[in-house]
C-alpha cells in the first residue's frame, strides 16, 4: 500500500514496559529491530520498496504509536489484531477479538486506523 502511493512505510514494534536496566533495555530492542529487519527488509527489497523507516521502542505501546503517528505526520495506521480469546490472555472480555493495543489506538489514534483480520495475514488465520 505504501509502495504504491508513494509513501514513507513506518514499522513499529513495541516491546511494551519493560522492568530492566538501560542496557539490558537497550539489548531487547535491538533483539526487537532485528526481529523485523529480518521479517520485513528483504521482502520490501526484493520488491523495490526502500522508503521505509523501523521504530521499535519500550513503553506504553498505545502512547508510543499514537506519539509516532503524531509526530511523523502518518496519514493512516494499518495493524493487525489480537489472534487469542481475550479470555485465555486474562484481558478483559469486553475487548473482544481486536485486543486491547488495537481497540486503544482505534480510540486514541491522530489519523485513520485500518485494522487487518488475521483471516488476511497467511499463517495467522484462527481456526
Known sequence: MAKENNAKLWI???????NLSREETLEEIGKAEARVKEAYV???KSHGFDNYSINVSDGDVVSEIVKLARDASVDIVVMGTDTKVPIQTGE?????????????TLLWSPCP?????PALVPGLTMR
Open 12 to 18: 513499529y514494534n513495541g516491546v511494551g514496559r519493560l
Open 42 to 44: 528483504d521482502e520490501m
Open 92 to 104: 478483559d472480555v469486553r475487548v473482544g477479538p481486536l485486543g486491547s493495543v488495537t481497540m486503544d
Open 113 to 117: 486506523v485500518l485494522v487487518i483480520p
